[in-house]
């Protein structure tokens, strides 16, 4: 059981490039969702997921996508990189909205 | 809308002091969660406890307490004898039940951390 796994751990990008970052759980949990976290800052909902095929924004959608097509995996993309997106990543997936969230290992981007 | 405000940036305590991590937090919601999480300096996010708001009943698991006051709207976080390895980030979060639009889904707010340094 390998809980919620991220790829990459770390990443560099340039101005206006794009990547995904993979997350990929294995509790069979309907409910996932992205944050940010930046420097001495709490973390931020980016989106989130109630089950495949539904999607919704967070607090800080912009400049992200996401999909949900299956229970397992839930990419987040990042389309024309700017530097306010320097920030770590996190996934997270939960059984249901009311318990505690098990979180990934984080993936921390750099864009310069 | 929901907000959770953790007071303290950093706190600094020798090994063997108890040491308290408020936690304050609004929400029109009456059925709401209340969540710990530790960040150790390895960066991931490890659960704690988790609290509902008709539960105010403290909890106390070894080392750790946590006293849970609706009247007040807080939910500190205190560690009994620390230890150098309780040396992390430590966020509180909270869930409601029912956000303005509807169903809140699970989707947590966190408060901007406590960095909790133990010196041995």
């Known amino acids: 059981n390998a809980g919620v796994t991220q790829t990459p751990k770390f990443r560099i990008l340039k101005i206006g490039q794009s990547m995904t970052l993979q997350c990929t759980q294995d509790m069979n949990h309907n409910y996932m969702y992205w944050y940010r976290q930046d420097p001495g800052m709490g973390l931020k909902l980016i989106y989130y997921?109630?089950?495949?095929?539904?999607?919704d924004k967070g607090e800080v959608p912009n400049g992200y996508n996401v999909s949900r097509s299956t229970t397992e995996d839930f990419p987040l993309r990042l389309e024309l990189a700017a530097p306010s997106q320097t920030s770590v990543y996190f996934c997270a997936s939960s059984y249901s909205p009311y318990n505690e969230q098990f979180f990934g290992p984080g993936t921390r981007l750099t864009v310069l | 809308a929901q907000k959770v405000t953790q007071a303290q940036t950093e706190i600094s305590v020798v090994e063997k002091e108890d040491v308290t991590l408020d936690c304050v937090y609004e929400t029109r919601d009456t059925t709401y969660y209340l969540f710990w999480y530790k960040q150790p300096p390895s960066g991931e996010l490890v659960f704690l406890i988790r609290?509902?708001?008709?539960?105010?009943q403290n909890e106390i698991s070894g080392r750790y307490s946590w006293n849970f006051q609706k009247s007040t709207s807080s939910f500190n976080f205190t560690i009994t004898a620390s230890q150098v390895v309780d040396s992390a980030v430590y966020f509180c979060?909270?869930?409601?039940?029912?956000?303005?639009?509807?169903?809140?889904?699970?989707?947590?707010?966190f408060g901007q951390g406590t960095i909790l340094t133990v010196h041995p």
């Open positions: 979060a909270l869930s409601e039940s029912m956000g303005a639009g509807g169903t809140s889904y699970g989707k947590l707010t």
């Open positions: 609290r509902n708001s008709f539960d105010e």
């Open positions: 997921s109630v089950g495949a095929g539904i999607t």
